[in-house]
């Protein structure tokens, strides 16, 4: 299990870093074998994990919280 960092940047920094990783373990792919093409898989496996980590952190950052799909709510303010 990937393990979601409390800070935006931090979560797409970790997105980030891991998609090269997972870039640079592609190199090759026509000479694979079946155990590097399992490897490459699984991290592409463990990449969504980083980029749904990314998405919850994004969307506990923005005005709507959890559930980007709804509007916040605007109160009529009366003085």
Request: hydrophobic share 35%; aromatic share 6%.
């Amino acid at each position: 299990m990937i393990e979601k960092k409390q800070l935006l940047s931090e979560n797409l920094k970790d997105f980030m870093d891991y998609s090269l990783e997972v870039m640079n373990s592609m190199d090759g792919a026509a000479d694979h074998n079946a155990n590097e093409v399992e490897m490459v898989n699984d991290k592409i496996d463990n990449l969504k994990e980083y980029l749904e980590n990314l998405k919850a952190s994004y969307n506990e950052h923005t005005q709507y919280g959890h559930d980007s799909s709804q509007d916040a709510p605007i109160s009529d303010i009366v003085l």
